[in-house]
């Protein structure tokens, strides 16, 4: 009964912050114009295996989430192949490293995120909070998960250890993929009609920042990382509605730099 009542306080908690977060991306209580940015990127390596859908930047290299085998793929930052991990996970679209795990993001059933140590050992395999589904971006910063979590539209932060939820950034946008964070803000990658774009949002108080506009010819971002002053995504090849590998940079490791 105990366990019952804290999940359905935190489930209280959560909405409601979801909506007052909301309403202040509307532009609820005199909030402030958010910031338009242009983006350059360039394109720099391949994936080991050609499908990166998620990313992760650490000390030893570029952790790259290999869509279709879902192995994490560590990468120094010239490319070279450093370490394989073969994971649980399905259809991996987001992945997060700290801890000593690897936190993989699945897209498919069974859904969730599988905690997976460096020798490929499934340490966990759980639902996201508050609904399950699956999920679009994953980071570890601080002892702290950051999920987009697609049924709840929302960045969700989560404890890993007791796995509560604690705190909800609503997003709007009709895309939402990787997340990158950076000095106190968390990064997404977006799109709408005008193509895919980035957001950024302040991680105390969930308030957009501002945004950046992807140009047509820019590869089609996917997972996001922050590195040495600039952001990192990659292009998974594969888009929903689009023919495989349609993108001219599909497979590749991109760097973007604001303007």
């Given at each position: 009964m105990e366990t019952r009542r804290r999940e359905f306080l935190a489930t209280l908690g959560v909405g409601l912050l979801g909506t007052r977060l909301a309403r202040a991306q509307t532009g609820g209580g005199g909030a402030p114009p958010i910031t338009v940015r242009k983006a350059k990127t360039k394109t720099l390596f391949k994936s080991p295996e050609g499908f990166p859908n998620a990313i992760a930047a650490t000390q030893d290299g570029l952790w790259i989430g290999e869509q279709k085998t879902d192995n994490a793929c560590l990468v120094d930052w010239d490319g070279k192949l450093l370490k394989t991990v073969k994971t649980e996970s399905k259809n991996t679209s987001g992945m997060g490293v700290g801890g000593g795990y690897i936190w993989m993001g699945a897209n498919a059933a069974p859904n969730g995120i599988f905690q997976t140590d460096m020798s490929g050992k499934t340490i966990a395999h759980r639902q996201i909070p508050l609904g399950g589904g699956?999920?679009?971006?994953?980071?570890?910063?601080?002892?702290k998960l950051w999920i987009a979590a697609l049924r709840l539209r929302g960045i969700l932060r989560v404890d890993p250890k007791?796995?509560?939820?604690?705190?909800?950034?609503?997003?709007?946008?009709?895309?939402?993929?990787?997340?990158a964070f950076h000095d106190g803000a968390i990064w997404m990658?977006?799109?709408?009609?005008?193509g895919a774009g980035l957001?950024?949002?302040?991680?105390?108080?969930?308030?957009p920042l501002e945004t950046v506009q992807f140009a047509e010819s820019d590869p089609d971002p996917h997972g996001l990382a922050w590195h040495d002053g600039a952001l990192y995504s990659c292009d998974a090849g594969i888009h929903p509605g689009w023919p495989e590998n349609?993108?001219?940079?599909?497979?590749?490791?991109f760097r973007i730099d604001l303007l």
């Open positions: 699956g999920c679009h971006g994953v980071e570890y910063v601080n002892g007791t796995w509560e939820p604690e705190f909800l950034i609503p997003y709007s946008v009709p895309r939402a993929h990787g997340t990658v977006t799109g709408n009609e005008q957001i950024k949002y302040d991680a105390e108080t969930g308030r349609k993108s001219p940079t599909h497979s590749y490791i």
